[in-house]
């Protein structure tokens, strides 16, 4: 039996750029995605904590600060604090922190089984809805990505 994946998007659409990840979301929902595979919208970092200590594999979606903007990366967690590109954190609390707050919950202290894959932003723009056309043209090669991650 194959192992449960949340894809988690996270991200603002009220703010523009920051909603890329609930993009990518929507380009998966066109594409077929594994039976086992569950796509979740997340607006706020600490609805990350408790689906990580469920034990289900993690594949976040989000944008981080890093020019040129529409550029896909992949990250493991610890990148996210290393990295010179910063998490577009208009969310509360980072994604970094939430993750570091799950594996610091976790009984076995073990760090939750995650991956990150990141779409390059500018700073984004709070009230304005929908993407720029060099993060919307990104949304493909980020699903691609996810969908190469969900069948490793």
């Known amino acids: 039996m194959s192992m449960r994946t949340c894809v988690v998007g996270l991200g603002q659409p009220a703010a523009g750029d920051d909603g890329v990840g609930f993009a990518v979301l929507e380009e998966l929902r066109r594409r077929a995605v594994p039976d086992e595979t569950e796509l979740l919208r997340v607006s706020d970092a600490t609805d990350l904590i408790?689906?990580?200590?469920?034990?289900?594999?993690?594949?976040?979606?989000?944008?981080?600060?890093?020019?040129p903007a529409g550029v896909v990366m992949e990250l493991a967690p610890?990148?996210?604090?290393?990295?010179?590109?910063?998490?577009?954190?208009?969310?509360?609390?980072?994604?970094?922190?939430?993750?570091?707050?799950?594996g610091a919950l976790s009984p076995n202290g073990a760090p939750p089984h995650?991956?990150?894959?990141?779409v390059t932003i500018g700073r984004p723009d709070?009230?304005?809805?929908?993407?720029?056309?060099?993060?919307?043209?990104?949304?493909?090669?980020a699903a691609d990505r996810i969908l190469s991650l969900l069948g490793d």
């Open 50 to 67: 408790s689906l990580l200590e469920g034990g289900a594999r993690v594949v976040l979606v989000d944008a981080v600060l890093a020019s």
């Open 78 to 102: 610890e990148d996210l604090s290393q990295r010179a590109p910063q998490p577009a954190s208009s969310h509360g609390i980072s994604a970094a922190q939430a993750i570091e707050l799950a």
């Open 114 to 118: 995650i991956r990150i894959v990141a």
């Open 126 to 141: 709070r009230y304005r809805t929908g993407l720029s056309p060099e993060v919307a043209a990104a949304v493909p090669e």
